[in-house]
Each structure stands twice: as C-alpha cells, then as structure tokens.
C-alpha cells in the first residue's frame, strides 16, 4: 500500500515538473528575507496567518526556498519540506487529491499564456477546495493562494509566494475544485472548476451575484439589496443561495470570507 502511495505521489510530482518543464530563465539570489518583508507576511512574532502553511517556491524544480506552519497545519516537519521538495506537500494530500495539482497548474500556465504580456507577471492564483490529511486521518480542505514573485521572460512563473490556509471552518463537506487567477487590476480572471474542467474567462460569480455579495459585505438584508438593485427579495435569496452551493459554504458569513480570501472582494 505504501509503496503503491509513493509510485503515485512521484507520478503526479513528474505531471507537475512537466506543466512547468517550458519556464525559461534562473530564480535570482534575492534573499528570501527581502520577499518576505516586502509582501508583508513576517512580523516580530514570525508568520501572520497561523493556520496555513506559508512558502516561497521555485517553480522551475518545485523546491522550497521558505517553509513555515507545516507541523501545524498539516504535521509534516518543515524539515521534510526542504528535504523532499513538493513531495512532502503531496504526501499529505489524499490519494484521490493528488491529481487535482498537476491540473491546477496547467490551468495556471494557460491563464498566463491568454494574459496581455505587461500583466502576466502580476498575477494572483487561487485553488479551492485542495484536500489535506492530518496525521489523525482528518481529512480537511484548504485555499491556496500563489502570488508571483518572478517570472521568465515569457511571464511564465519562476518564484513564488504560497498560501495554503485551512478553511474547514468555513465549509460544508467541499466535493469539487476550483482555480482562479486575476491579473493586473482584474484586467484579466479565468476560473477553472473540476465539475466540468474548463478554462473559463469569467469569474466563479456572475456580475449579478457579485453585486449582491458586495451588499451582504456590508450587512445587508434580501429587502435592502432587493431596493437598491431593483430586484426581488427572492431573486436576492436565490443569486445568495447559488453563492454558497458553489462554494459549499456554511453560511452567509463563511461565504463573504471565502469571497475575500479568494480575491473577488476587496
């Protein structure tokens, strides 16, 4: 069994070297350090968001230049991390999860291959829904953010930041996943869902629902927004209702924080 477990993380790893095998170019000698400070994700106290594994990657081999939280997040040592590269982050993942990487980074590379070449640097990654497993047999589900840091020539990603952050509490059981990436100023977003494994150039919410979820930020009821939008309350409550089935969120308020935590509100 073990050995069986092993063959297939090494098969997914060679799937996602492969997506990246096209990435011309050399990660710099900036120091880690620098990066960290420079994005604001070090304090006094260390790391700022407790719950989430936090990385500085190279892309081009999938290595760890940084690693913290992981005995916490997902107890594996950071040791293991820098030891065994990106197979330590899969060997915490769920079997039947594996897979769901090597597709979300090519849904990456080719979000970047449609962006305009002055934004593809700028982007931000998002993959909803990545099962982990803690060593109790816990299986938990996770956002992870990737934010680029370098690029090759081409815009494709050399180095970048990686945000895998718990979001059990804000979920319902999560059957399927979903990318996201933004460019620029949103001059550009694709979603990727695994329910129908496209690449899309829309946003997970329509202009509509959007426009409702920015209301519920600010503590609207259905009859206030139905007012300001000149809807129904009951169209209110169903683009509400829609909302959290895509997400598979717990409630209203889980749902404007995975909303946030995923970039669509600000």
């Known amino acids: 069994m073990l050995e069986n477990s092993n063959y297939l993380i090494e098969s997914q790893l060679k799937k996602c070297l492969e997506v990246f095998n096209e990435i011309t170019g050399k990660v710099s000698d900036v120091s880690v350090e620098s990066y960290m400070q420079q994005i604001g994700f070090l304090n006094q106290q260390g790391t700022t968001i407790v ?18 939280n992981t005995d916490v997040s997902l107890g594996i040592s950071t040791g293991d991390f820098y030891n065994k590269g990106f197979s330590a982050f899969l060997s915490s993942m769920p079997e039947e999860n594996t897979m769901a990487i090597p597709t979300l980074f090519k849904f990456l590379l080719d979000s970047v291959k449609l962006a305009d070449p002055l934004v593809r640097n700028k982007f931000v990654a998002y993959g909803y829904g ?14 992870v953010q990737i934010f680029s840091l370098e690029s090759d020539k081409d815009g494709k990603p050399l180095l970048c930041l990686v945000v895998d952050q718990d979001i059990e509490h804000l979920t319902r059981n999560v059957t399927q996943y979903r990318g996201r990436v ?4 949103d001059d550009l977003i694709t979603t990727f869902s695994s329910e129908d494994m496209a690449l899309k150039v829309q946003d997970i919410f329509s202009n509509r629902e959007i426009d409702v979820l920015k209301y519920l930020l600010r503590g609207h009821e259905s009859k206030q927004i139905a007012e300001k939008l000149f809807i129904s309350s009951n169209t209110v409550d169903n683009h509400r209702k829609n909302m959290l089935k895509k997400l598979e969120a717990r409630d209203t308020t889980a749902l404007v924080q995975l909303s946030k935590l995923l970039g669509i509100l600000r």
Request: charged fraction near 15%; glycine fraction near 6%; aromatic fraction near 12%.
């Open 51 to 68: 719950n989430a594994v936090i990385a500085i990657m190279d892309m081009t081999s999938l290595t760890f230049r940084y690693v913290a």
């Open 130 to 143: 990545i099962k982990h497993r803690r060593p109790s047999g816990k299986v938990f589900s996770t956002l």
């Open 182 to 185: 933004s460019f620029g100023n």
